[in-house]
């Protein structure tokens, strides 16, 4: 199974700050990395497909970038909405596996 | 709009069985693969199964394979997951979730539904 890590598992940060949260895969999974935002209490929602493809919808300070095996989202201005949990997920092969997740907080 | 939602989670004891649903609406729910992730009080997220979009192949999590089985009835427009053998592990909000073509990424979510497994 591949395995994905994420950093760090949480973090402190202000409205307006920039932001980068990694994921690491135990092996090469091209570019099929994906993320998602959670908050308490409700379903994720897919922020970015594909490493680096924004969902329709989702605000431009959120991007990805990455390749084989490390991967990063960046939040480039916090907003109040942003804080929330945030997870990679790998989906080059079953099983799919998801990262530990990133707690961001104020 | 498109949509999902789950239903038929609830208490159960150990050993026993349970059924959910995901009535899926707003889009060709037959050309879409479809899973279903689980997330455990506090923890994160944690995928259980995926189906292809005409039923033809499903994959299993280690953790609940020959236990669980995903299917799907494209006419109804409902995804189903067979639980049995039921453990205290498998306490859980159960998320089913629509597959983005080409991949295994998963772009709309239902609200969820709770399975609490305890005696």
């Known amino acids: 199974d591949i395995q994905m890590t994420q950093s760090p598992s949480s973090l402190s940060a202000s409205v307006g700050d920039r932001i980068t949260i990694t994921c690491r895969a135990s092996?090469?999974?091209?570019?099929?990395l994906n993320w998602y935002q959670q908050k308490p209490g409700r379903a994720p929602k897919l922020l970015i497909y594909?490493?680096?493809s924004l969902q329709s919808g989702v605000p431009s300070r959120f991007s990805g970038s990455g390749s084989g095996t490390d991967f990063t989202l960046t939040i480039s201005s916090l907003r109040p909405e942003d804080f929330a949990s945030y997870y990679c997920q790998q989906s080059y092969r079953t099983p799919v596996t998801f990262g530990g997740g990133t707690k961001v907080e104020i | 709009q498109v949509q999902l939602a789950e239903s038929g989670g609830g208490v159960v004891q150990p050993g026993r069985s349970l059924r959910l649903s995901c009535a899926a609406s707003g889009f060709t729910f037959s050309s879409n693969g479809m899973h279903w992730v689980r997330q455990a009080p506090g923890k994160g997220l944690e995928w259980v199964a995926v189906i292809w979009y005409d039923g033809s192949n499903a994959f299993y999590a280690d953790s609940v394979k020959g236990r669980f089985t995903i299917s799907r009835d494209n006419s109804k427009n409902t995804l189903f997951l067979q639980m049995n053998s039921l453990r205290a592990e498998d306490t859980a909000v159960y998320y089913c979730?629509?597959?983005?073509?080409?991949?295994?990424?998963?772009?709309?979510w239902g609200q969820g539904t709770t399975v609490t497994v305890s005696s």
């Open positions: 594909r490493t680096s």
């Open positions: 092996q090469s999974i091209s570019s099929y």
């Open positions: 979730a629509r597959d983005i073509i080409g991949s295994y990424g998963m772009d709309v």
